[in-house]
């Protein structure tokens, strides 16, 4: 059980973490007015979720320890990560600059985040459109890597519990396949912390694990499969 200090500053957060978002509301007037540079959206992103982390760690409490640095490609590549919270979608922002995220297009509705994402641009996503929804994310994966950016898929579709076994949907294999770029695995453990679906955030440390990459090539069934089998070993790892 949580102590109702821990309780108290999680629900402090949560409301000095809405109020950095509106400051970021007002920001993005200026940014549109300047006519919308994804590049200038992209770094305000980044202040924004610079944000977010200082407040996690001196209100409630969480920091993160990265391990693998050595481990990221010099060219951009596909990054694939577990998901388990809302720590990772702000936090890889800053592990890895200029990335382009796919994620969900419903994200796109939430006040200012949503804006920012639209304009950075990330790559929204309907799950319910099928073979479209594939189509977009290789053609939009393909744009930003041509212009310099990694992309980052989350392949389990949606957060997972701390201790679910990792598997990924089938359609990361097409995407790596088509984009010809390395593979990225990385593992994290921040739904011990950021607890799922529960306001209440837990103090400690989030471990990351940046993981060897795969090259491009590769077959993609084995390829796929041995990024997922590299991020539950990691999982076990780390805890």
């Not at 993005?28 to 992209?42: F, N, Q, T, Y």
Request: with cysteine; hydrophobic share 45%; charged share 20%.
């Amino acid at each position: 059980m949580l102590g109702a200090m821990q309780k108290i500053r999680s629900y402090l957060f949560a409301g000095l973490w809405t109020l950095w978002t509106a400051i970021f509301g007002l920001v993005l007037i200026v940014v549109i007015a300047l006519g919308s540079r994804p590049k200038m959206v992209r770094a305000c992103t980044r202040v924004w979720a610079r944000g977010v982390i200082s407040l996690l760690k001196w209100v409630v409490g969480i920091t993160h320890h990265i391990d693998g640095l050595e481990n990221l490609p010099a060219e951009p590549c596909l990054i694939v990560s577990n998901h388990q919270s809302a720590w990772e979608t702000i936090t890889y922002l800053l592990f890895f600059p200029e990335v382009a995220i796919i994620t969900k297009i419903e994200l796109l509705k939430i006040p200012v985040f949503g804006a920012y994402l639209k304009r950075s641009p990330m790559i929204p996503i309907d799950r319910d459109a099928g073979t479209k929804a594939l189509r977009q994310m290789v053609d939009e994966g393909q744009r930003a890597l041509e212009h310099g950016r990694s992309v980052l898929i989350f392949p389990e579709g949606t957060r997972q519990a701390p201790d679910a076994n990792v598997e990924f949907k089938r359609g990361v294999e097409l995407l790596y396949s088509k984009l010809n770029a390395p593979l990225l695995p990385v593992a994290m453990n921040s739904g011990r912390f950021w607890l799922p679906g529960n306001q209440t955030k837990r103090a400690g440390v989030i471990r990351v694990a940046i993981l060897p990459s795969i090259p491009a090539g590769q077959k993609p069934q084995e390829a796929i499969k041995a990024a997922e089998q590299h991020v539950q070993t990691a999982l076990n790892q780390i805890g």
